[in-house]
């Protein structure tokens, strides 16, 4: 089973510039959410979608949005960069239930 | 809400040494419980999780973990640790129901001295 993809791998945008990150989950996983890590806040939950529908949203600006696909995949878009929005953004899959995320490699995201 | 406090933000160990990582957990309701493991430059993998049954669980590669509800922990364990065991390990809780987001510790980076 291939793992959890995510594209880019590294991205580098200007201030006020907008950005859309890519992820695919495992086959079969309906549930994808978002994180993103920093040095000082550490990994902090953004969203995650269920079956196309948003079931739970973190405490972030409107400036982030996402949105899933009929095929599990799903997007992620930061409108207005901010030189704080330079992260590693993490996405997760799992199964329904509580088996635990499958999480991809990430997107390292620097905002100058 | 769930909060995690992970006491230790680096832990230095002698290569075939014992290591635990310390793990508290704050929670109103009943909790699942995580460990993961980031190597550098890389996303987050579970090592091993507590859903309920067993209090002490383990992974493939030896480490273990014990949930004590009375403590409120879920300290990480491992009798050896190896060169490769260097990385970042991240504590993480979720309530058992409705609301499944993953809430994490602020990680303890493990160092192996040769």
């Known amino acids: 089973k291939a793992g959890v993809t995510q594209t880019p791998r590294y991205l580098i945008k200007t201030r006020g510039q907008q950005v859309t990150l890519s992820c695919s989950p495992i086959s079969g996983h309906r549930s994808v959410s978002w994180y993103q890590q920093t040095p000082g806040q550490g990994l902090q939950f953004l969203f995650e979608?269920?079956?196309?529908?948003?079931?739970n949203k973190g405490n972030f600006p409107g400036r982030f949005s996402g949105r899933q696909f009929s095929n599990s995949r799903s997007e992620m878009n930061v409108s207005t960069l901010e030189l704080g929005d330079s992260a590693l953004y993490l996405c997760?899959?799992?199964?329904?239930?509580?088996?635990?995320?499958?999480f991809g490699s990430g997107t390292r995201l620097t905002v100058v | 809400a769930q909060s995690v406090t992970q006491l230790d933000s680096q832990v230095p160990v002698f290569e075939e040494a014992p290591v635990e990582l310390r793990c508290n957990y704050s929670s109103s309701v009943s909790v699942y419980l995580f460990w993961y493991v980031q190597y550098p430059n890389q996303g987050l993998q579970l090592l091993l999780k507590?859903?309920?049954?067993?209090?002490l669980v383990e992974s493939i590669n030896g480490f273990e973990a014990e949930f004590n509800k009375s403590q409120t922990s879920f300290h990480l364990r491992k009798p050896s640790v190896h060169i490769s065991d260097t990385a970042e390990y991240f504590c993480a809780v979720s309530s058992n129901f409705g609301n499944e987001k993953l809430t994490f510790g602020t990680g303890t980076r493990l160092t192996i001295i040769p």
């Open positions: 507590y859903l309920s049954g067993s209090t």
């Open positions: 979608y269920f079956s196309e529908t948003q079931r």
């Open positions: 997760a899959s799992r199964e329904k239930g509580p088996y635990g995320y499958t």
